[in-house]
């Protein structure tokens, strides 16, 4: 069965603007869980469904002729936060590396424990 979650499956329900994804992927290099946008809000099911053969299908589709410079990975952790509850981001390797995606995502750990602390 083919996971609901594919990148390909999201463009085909509407529920990924693949333009906007592209464009956030080129310019700021990542997407977590606390940077939804608009036709861009990921889970991590959706995330780690992610593959670059998809993206890349959906690039020749979409956008041809366009630049392609996204190489896709998926990154996750729970540093910072409560252990278990792990934040996950996709990224482009060619703007971002993973050690500074892995930052964002122990700020935004740290931040949503704030949060919770605050709000319990």
């Not at 463009?11 to 290099?29: H, M």
């Not at 410079?69 to 971002?96: K, M, Q, R, W």
């Amino acid at each position: 069965m083919i996971s609901p979650y594919t990148l390909i499956a999201l463009v085909r329900r509407g529920e990924l603007n693949f333009e906007r994804f592209v464009e956030i992927l080129s310019t700021r290099g990542y997407i977590t869980e606390e940077t939804n946008e608009e036709g861009c809000g990921f889970g991590s099911s959706a995330m780690k469904a992610a593959y670059q053969e998809d993206s890349d299908a959906l690039f020749t589709v979409l956008l041809p002729g366009a630049l392609h410079n996204i190489t896709l990975s998926c990154v996750a952790t729970d540093e910072g936060g409560h252990p278990g509850a792990f934040a996950y981001a996709l990224f482009n390797t060619n703007i971002i590396d993973s050690k500074d995606v892995l930052a964002i995502l122990v700020e935004e750990n740290h931040e949503t424990n704030k949060w919770v602390e605050r709000n319990t």
